[in-house]
């Protein structure tokens, strides 16, 4: 993802999801809360289009470091919409 700006990046979690690997621009917020270094993907700093190509480049040559998919996948569970109702549901019966 090249985006400058970016809130929830749910392209990135359901890619994740799948135990695909992302690459994405580090906005000032989304991408950072769901990429995990090394594990789910990579992430390069907005508008540097050198550092871009790089990681793509050593990710076709298998030179970037990324978990197996079952270890991306847990990453982004936290993002479930089962548990984010869940726990919706306990804010609401503390009040």
Do not use: Q, W
């Not at 989304?30 to 090394?38: A, C, E, F, Q």
């Amino acid at each position: 993802m090249t985006s400058r700006f970016k809130g929830l990046g749910h392209v990135l979690i359901e890619a994740i999801s799948y135990g695909i690997p992302v690459i994405s621009s580090d906005c000032e917020k989304g991408p950072r809360d769901i990429d995990v270094l090394g594990v789910n993907g990579s992430l390069y700093k907005k508008g540097n289009l050198r550092e871009f190509v790089k990681i793509v480049t050593d990710f076709v040559k298998g030179k970037l470091s990324i978990a197996s998919p079952e270890k991306m996948k847990a990453t982004v569970r936290k993002f479930k919409i089962s548990l984010i109702y869940r726990e919706l549901l306990e804010i609401a019966n503390r009040r």
